[in-house]
């Protein structure tokens, strides 16, 4: 039935009217919406205090009263800032039955009791309010969406209303999202307020171990010689804390974004299925792992950045020399141990390698390098590759130390050298990761993976989709 | 009324016929833009002189004579050379009331004395000609527009013809924008000609400060060795003074990043309103800030590479055996000075964080990673983190430069070091913004910038959506 | 006539009643794509054995039983795996008639001896079945689209059907490609599942090309000092054979992505047009520039890794000290040889401006930023910038290998040094560069390049648009 009516009419978006809208506001943002519609094909008139005084670009752009500039359509755009809607209070006749769109935002989270959209709608009772564009910021359209996000959320209690304000999204390139009723208005008026939510657990993290190792260096390097030899030591503070630090920091911090996955896997076979859900911590730590893979590379350069200024430096020329000289007093040449070059250079090889491989993951983790790659793809870079770094990674740190103590790692204070410390959990990691790899766990987690549940009389039949990660 | 005249259409779009397109030419473009409409559901339709010969990729695609080919459709893309197009008009009967879309680009600016959809125009009178699609590659509509500007500018002076090309626009998933008559087609066509319109300032500002640098250098390192001592210290231009050069350059482009939002600041305070314009010369340094930035990194990157290299030389490597056999023939070994390790280390450190930063605000300019933050992260990463990446290189040069000279820095024909000239424009931005944020400025400037207007007399009541930027 | 009918219609889609969809299956997949769907104004009704026992997000969206969700809407989305469709088999009552779309992929390419849209087709013979969605991950569906591909492939052998699915695609924000009947859903069903195809010959050659300057190193470094002189050098084996081997790799297979468009070029100065097609070896070739340069680039930054690292190893400081040693034991000093300054600074300076510029070359290459820039910036930067960084990079092995052999380099074995067969490739691509540019042959080539056919009869007129490229 529903095709009976249409099927006469042919491709009708192609040859209607324009469609009209309002914008009440003639600041950059309301000049700016109004500007790309116009250029989308709308037929746009301003409403503004000073009609006359307002000069916009475009001639064909009409500028009114607000009383008149209402009359011409049955959408306006409210780009006012909140502290001015008092006066659309007056206007409530002309306002009758409009769909009013709040593009709104504020200074602070949570600055009014109510979101300004509520608050637009107590003012104006006989309105539909709809909360859309704000988001989306006046200079993304002036330049063109590409290069800036093009979701706009949208909530309303009128769903027809909601329905048109998406339509104009979707004309202006945009992709509306509809997040319900009125009240979703707090929720998405905060977005734009939003300072790196998800990046703030993983630098917390960063700072605690930055803390952890600091202390545990200045320990070891500073107060031990200290104490014990009267030595001092401080100036190690201005660079090789750091060095060591970065370096312990950067490889716990890779196995940090591994461990979750092997812990919610050890559940899923403990459990037998994949459908009960993981503990909420789990939940939080698996999807801010990005965060922590990146802030594991920032580490990494800063560790390599360090490691290849090290033979520039004072200290270390005059360690040279030093040595030089002591061989000519003591008249005895150091013979060329090919062991140390072995040493040194294999160490060498694979923390360039495993930078290498780093670089890579995160280049890859960029959005648009992500966009490219197919779902099999992503895994085998995040996940093969990952754990390549990690190992890499482990035994550059591995190589390097152990080279200074052929011996057993010496203990002061009985703490190990702080490469011992940062090599703990990627050796958690490695070693769990190891045992999950193995024929026995490995073929049951595929099956619990593929929807299989042990033990289980459910007759569950649909299973999810294979995108499903875990 | 609008609305009960449709309420009974459901979804008409989902159920109609296919519109039919008409493509003129089966050249790389033609072809690709055809194949695309295929693709998104239109019935595509070739003309071409030797309909018979040519091969298109789909057999549901068919290739006919022009004449009969424009009958099938009302839309014809014409992809054709402009030196080609004299045969349109002797298919004015065939192309009388039918929209041309001229896609055409050229090989130089302004090659020809009107636009080339001017030119069609002129040829076919009675025609309805749309420009169009002349950004979008035959290789973004191959391999999907994902990777590419989706932006389709038009102009033409048929309205309805405009509306029907942004649908199909809009359907192959490109977003049109509508550009105004058919006068805007000589700029339109100029777009894809343009090299890099947005760098050329920040470029010639680079090399003039580069020649600069250079002269400076090369008067104190070269000329003054050779006038007075009569040295020949010529070997300095193959590296030394392109690392000085750009150290400076590197410090001194990013502070001219952050002068003219300062410059803005002073101006907004003194004025009393931010509603008044800035100088043209203003706006325009203004909008170039990101170029500046960008090159300020790259110069960056060249002075780590070369510092980084610097203890692998071979004059370094020469100067360390020297100083070590000066000690031994002198029988005095230089002590191990902790002050030096403490200036040459934390000078590193500041050099090294201040790099990190540098990259952070690079990667946070790659578009794709713009996307992702909101307004208020971006803000915060290109406005807090990089006054924090400005003082750490100034402290870096500071400490760095300071190091050698801890009597005051040494004039050599009333020439204070390099190191001295780079600092002075870092300073002066340091200083101005220290100024700036002090409470008293510091609140007066944020009032303005959320519309207050000092000593006002104005009822403007609309004010700028506060998504405004400084 | 088609626009009179359709004159009267303003905006219908503005207004209409929203369409319903069915998705049967609540798991992952299924539940984002539901979800979607009602975010952007679609009535969602899903289908589940158990439908008392799903719990939904929302509880504006029902859970049915299958039959009488289907009943629901004539649009069933079937987000179940496989192996489970059998059961629609016995609902072929409630089906007949209705869209399925198969949003299936599986976990190995050719999995199953039909596509799975096909399978389900045959299982249901009374629906019309389009293959769709299956590149969209539910993650990318929940998160919004942006940092993700917006494709969706679409195939099936109704059209109307195939239109229906695309309005819902683009409604989403997603871009539709119809890829013809359902013959075409195996190919589709493969995308998700392909590892990198373009890589595959850019990484074969490169792993060719490292065995090959592998054995040439460890022949001359190793075996000739073993066989010769009995001396051990394995040591090189833990970073030099690296070190030496990724330099050359990274200059020759720069040269080589150059080196396909200069065999194009001589093809079609030789055939006189350019309307013949190229060889398919070469076609290939062309297509993988982009990832020949990217792993070229890869190189350069593991040899820039080495080279700065050099002068920390413990070799490199033996080597210096033991030099020391012989002076003072010799009594005489070594020189400060300016040549040698000029020798090693230049190759250092031209070494870091080519790095430089590679990665440069690199960074355009990310999708987001070749998104930015014009065909003509692009063409700038890929080929002007691209030779430049060529020239650089062979300037700098040719100055660095030749500095340490002032005397013609010496063979070994009739084997000369790993430099000069790393300067092979570059050295002939940079001579046919410049006898390409020479004005005679330029001037030819341009002229087949826009389209002139030499000693050509044929009248044809049609061009390709100047969009082609190289």
Redesign the interface.
């Known amino acids: 039935m ?2 009976d ?15 009209s809208v309002c914008v ?7 000049r700016s919406l109004g500007h790309r519609m ?4 709308y037929s746009v008139v301003f409403g ?3 009609p006359e005084q307002s000069s916009l670009c475009h001639k064909e752009i009409e500028v009114l009263s607000h009383a008149e500039a209402a009359q011409r359509s049955d959408i306006i755009i409210i ?3 909140r502290d ?1 809607y008092k ?1 659309l209070g007056k206007l409530a006749e002309e306002l009758q039955g409009k769909i009013l769109v709040d ?5 602070k989270i949570n600055q009014y009791p109510e979101s300004n959209a509520e608050y637009l709608a107590e003012l104006v009772p006989g309105a539909k309010v709809v909360k859309a564009f704000n ?1 989306i ?3 993304a359209l002036q330049s ?8 706009v959320f949208l909530c309303g209690d009128d ?2 209303s ?3 304000v ?2 104009i999204s ?2 202006l ?1 945009l ?5 319900g009723s009125l009240v979703a208005a707090r929720e998405i008026e905060n ?6 939510p998800m990046w703030k657990f993983p630098l917390y993290l960063s700072g605690a171990l930055f803390i952890f190792y600091f202390i545990y260096f200045s320990l070891r390097s500073i107060i031990y010689p200290y104490v014990n030899k009267n030595t ?1 030591r ?2 190690v503070l ?3 804390v ?1 060095n060591h630090s970065f370096s312990g920091m950067a490889v716990t911090l890779l196995a940090l974004v591994y461990l979750p996955g092997l812990i919610a896997a050890i559940l899923q076979l403990y459990r037998g299925t994949k459908y009960s859900r993981i503990p909420n911590w789990l939940d939080h730590w698996m999807l801010c792992r990005k965060q922590l893979g990146l802030i594991a590379l ?1 580490f990494a ?2 560790h ?15 360690y ?6 002591e ?2 007093i003591s008249n005895k ?2 013979p ?3 062991s ?7 160490a ?2 694979l923390g ?2 495993g ?2 491989l780093f ?2 993951l995160g280049i890859t983790s ?12 992503f895994r ?1 870079v995040q996940s093969k590759l990952g754990y390549l770094t990690l190992v890499l990674c482990t035994a550059h740190i591995l190589v390097f130390g152990g080279r200074k103590f052929v011996k057993p790692p010496e203990l002061i204070w009985y703490l190990p050298p702080t490469y011992v410390i940062s090599l703990i959990i990627p050796f958690v990691v490695l070693v769990l990761k190891f045992i999950l790899v193995m024929p026995c766990f490995d073929r049951s987690l595929k099956q619990i993976q ?2 299989k549940e042990r033990n289980s009389l459910s ?11 875990v």
């Open positions: 529903e095709k009516q249409a099927s006469f009419a042919m491709n009708v978006s192609s040859y209607v009217k324009k469609e009440f506001g003639t600041g950059n943002f309301g116009f250029q989308c094909g503004s205090r000073n780009a006012i800032h001015h006066f593009v709104s935002n504020n200074l988001t910021s006046a200079w063109g969406t590409l290069d800036t996000s093009r979701q769903k027809e909601k329905q048109r998406m339509n979707r004309t390139g992709t509306p999202l509809d997040h977005y734009p307020l939003q300072l790196f001092d401080t100036f201005a660079l090789s750091f920032a350069f800063l390599v950045m360090y490691g290849l200024a090290l033979p520039g430096r004072y200290s270390g020329k005059w040279l020399a030093n040595r030089v000289i061989q000519i040449t150091d060329f141990l090919t140390n070059v072995w040493n040194f250079d294999s060498l090889t360039i390698l930078f290498f670089i890579l960029l959005p648009s390098v992500s966009n490219m790659v197919n779902w099999r793809e085998f593929q929807g007759k569950k039949v649909q299973l999810g989709n294979n995108n499903t990660e």
